[in-house]
């Protein structure tokens, strides 16, 4: 079993930033890798960045430029830069990590870009 526990969310202004983080517990496997998806209100969960255990970063476009995904494997931490911020950014984003036992969630933290 993993924990994922999410920070960072807000509200802010259109062109502003903010910071996801999100901590994993320590648990008896290993977790391969991790990323963020976010879902708006009506839609689907969908990709936003991942990152492999080896610091590789993959972005669906809407996050390409704009949002940097970064990881601490000591301390079992993935975080989300987001910059220039949009509206169409307002979702609920959740931490996810890859397991051998397969992917866990955390509870998803809410981000509100205001126009």
């Known amino acids: 079993q993993v924990q994922l526990v999410e920070s960072g969310g807000g509200l802010v202004q259109a062109g502003g930033s903010l910071r996801l983080s999100c901590a994993a517990s320590r648990s008896s496997f290993s977790i391969n890798a991790m990323g963020w998806y976010r879902q708006a209100q009506g839609n689907q969960r969908v990709l936003v960045a991942t990152?492999?255990?080896?610091?590789?970063?993959n972005y669906a476009d809407a996050a390409k430029g704009r949002f940097t995904i970064s990881r601490d494997n000591a301390k079992n931490t993935v975080s989300l830069q987001m910059n220039s911020l949009k509206p169409e950014d307002t979702a609920v984003y959740y931490c996810?990590?890859?397991?051998?036992?397969?992917?866990?969630w955390g509870q998803g933290t809410q981000v509100t870009v205001s126009s």
């Open positions: 996810a990590a890859e397991t051998i036992r397969g992917r866990y």
């Open positions: 990152i492999t255990s080896g610091g590789i970063g």
